[in-house]
């Protein structure tokens, strides 16, 4: 009787943890209902947030502005702004911006250049107004790891596997299903290849969607943390402000 017990005892425990099991599709479709569900995702077809930025640099934090432009299916601009007096270099702009097949960047301090190699694939890998809704169309495979903690929290990990470029690591919070730390791996110019991680966090409503309202970017260069002040969906933007000037 003893024996029929455990072994009564080890089906129980098979079948609770086969009942446990996740796949990564089915823990981007509860991340997708995390954010407001995919209908409410799917109304938004402009966003446009300003904000605020901090640079953090051995010489000190540098202040600075922040607009933030998408579009579906896959546009993107970000433009930054700091002034750089106090490090005698003036004021810095960088406006970034991706069509959908091409990228361009004009930048004060390292000239205008187009948006190439892997920095152009990690591009062409997100999708507006979250990969989540497009990454199956756009050719992408998605495999789940073992989860992990982050900062105290567990964390499913889900890693992209685009057509062309680098895999994208994207962790989801194992509690609230959000969208946490992303980190992706790119060439950049002067830098040579370099991993940034951006942690999203201060999750809040618009239109029935929830939005990070604040990002760290880290890499091995410095730390950039962005404050969003404002967030606007389905503005009119003007499809030209996406393209190379």
Known sequence: MTAVRFALAAVFLLVTHVAAAQTADEIIDKSIAAMGGRAALEK???RQMTGELSIGTPAGDIAGTLEMYGAVPNKQRT????DLSAFGAGMMT???RFDGTTGYAM???QGNREITGTQLENMKAQGFPHPFLSYKASGMSVKLGAKEQIQGKDMYLLTFEPTAGLPIKQYVDATTFLPARTIVTADVPQMGRMEQMIDPSDYRAVDGVQIA???????AMQSITMTIKKVENNVALD???FVKP
């Open 44 to 46: 938004i077809k402009t």
């Open 79 to 82: 433009v930054i702004k700091a």
């Open 94 to 96: 960088i406006d970034q």
């Open 107 to 109: 930048d004060t301090m």
């Open 213 to 219: 309202h604040k990002m760290v970017l880290t890499n």
């Open 239 to 241: 499809e030209k402000m």
